[in-house]
């Protein structure tokens, strides 16, 4: 039996999209290819607010993050840490021999815009990564608040992660100053995985114009020259492309507002939800985020029988992340869920529990 992913990634796919992705297949250098990946790119712009162009990724998210601290630091990485995958972002720019430094906050608990203005001010810093949605704790940074400190530093570039929030949630990237916004497909996006996209500011462009080692397969400049013509440097996901197209589609038909609305609407039946039956929520009180809400299992449930019976009735949710494993679970309402599937979810679970 298909059981119903309401955990954060991958996420439903609804059959129309995966229809899409088993289309007839074309050359990545014939016109008809082009004219897909035109038609994709505008729709990107609309859903993200920008201007900017940007480009598509055969990997999953990891991949741009991993571009991200190759193809726009020369001095020094700031690198906004607090839980997983902000963590994960920190041990690329290591890995790739970049100079970082870490500004990090427990898990649980927010990045806040002084912590940002206070390392910045140093001027030792060209680019600043921070995970918009830590979907590992389930906190939601303040990135509005954020973005008005990063205005204060035109020469830092701004990159955000929102890999488990991009398209559920507000992001006004061209109003927020964002220059690199990245997630991958298969979260609010809700497609298969296995593609990701990356917004890319003039002036972040401007800045991999004149860094060394950009790497090879995520050379930004590259992917920019191919991006002119509608293509890509190498053999991308085609399928996934198909399928964006689609899903873009019937994004925007449901507006963009909307389905902000639907996802902060099924966020709320969660939380009220915790409310009623006395379950704490993890991340610092005001920080909560809306696509994975994370728990403490504060009344000791048993979360891996839980997802055994859920099992049977076609469900399954996430216990935490990493460390959190047994003292978190997560419920995230992504992509194309709707709030009748969390009334469902939610009905289940109060019957398995007794509770
Ligand atoms: C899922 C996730 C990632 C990793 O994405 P992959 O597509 O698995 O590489 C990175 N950051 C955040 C916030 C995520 O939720």
């Not at 996209?197 to 400049?221: C, H, L, Q, W």
Request: glycine share 8%.
């Amino acid at each position: 039996m298909h059981k119903k992913l309401f955990i954060p990634g991958p996420t439903e796919v609804v059959k129309e999209v995966l229809d899409a992705m088993a289309s007839e297949m074309i050359g990545h250098r014939m016109k008809e290819f082009s004219e897909l990946y035109n038609a994709v790119e505008p729709k990107l712009q609309q859903a993200l607010y920008t201007k900017n162009r940007v480009l598509m990724f055969t990997s999953s998210a990891t991949g741009c993050m991993e571009a991200t601290v190759r193809n726009f630091s020369k001095k020094k990485i700031l690198s906004g840490m607090c839980g997983a995958f902000s963590d994960r972002w920190y041990d690329i720019a290591v890995g790739n021999g970049k100079a970082t430094d870490p500004l990090k906050v427990e898990w649980g608990m927010a990045i806040k815009p002084e912590m940002v203005d206070e390392k910045l001010k140093t001027g030792q810093y060209d680019v600043f990564t921070l995970v918009h949605n830590e979907t590992s704790t389930g906190v939601k940074n303040p990135i509005e608040e954020i973005a008005q400190v990063m205005k204060k530093y035109p020469d830092v570039i701004f990159a955000v992660d929102a890999v488990s929030s991009l398209t559920g949630y507000k992001i006004d990237v061209d109003a927020l100053g964002i220059d690199i916004i990245l997630a991958g497909v298969q979260k609010c996006f809700a497609l298969p995985p296995g593609l990701a996209i990356m917004s890319v500011s003039p002036k972040a462009i401007e800045r991999a114009k004149t860094v060394e080692n950009r790497g090879f397969y995520f050379d930004v400049i590259d992917m920019l020259k191919y991006d002119e013509k509608g293509q890509t440097p190498s053999t991308p996901s085609i399928s996934h492309i198909y399928a964006l197209n689609v899903q873009m589609d019937r994004m925007l038909k449901e507006g963009m507002e909307n389905r902000f609305a639907r996802h902060k609407k099924m966020a709320d039946m969660v939380f009220d939800w915790a409310k009623s039956k006395g379950i704490e929520l993890f991340p610092e009180k005001g920080y909560e985020s809306w696509t994975v809400v994370t728990m403490k299992n504060n009344k000791n449930f048993n979360i891996g029988d839980l997802n055994k019976e859920l099992g049977k009735r076609g469900k399954t949710i996430s216990n935490g992340y990493g460390k959190l494993k047994d003292v978190t679970f997560r419920i995230a309402a992504m992509g194309d869920l709707m709030p009748a599937d969390i009334h469902e979810l939610l009905n289940d679970i109060n019957d398995i529990l007794k509770i």
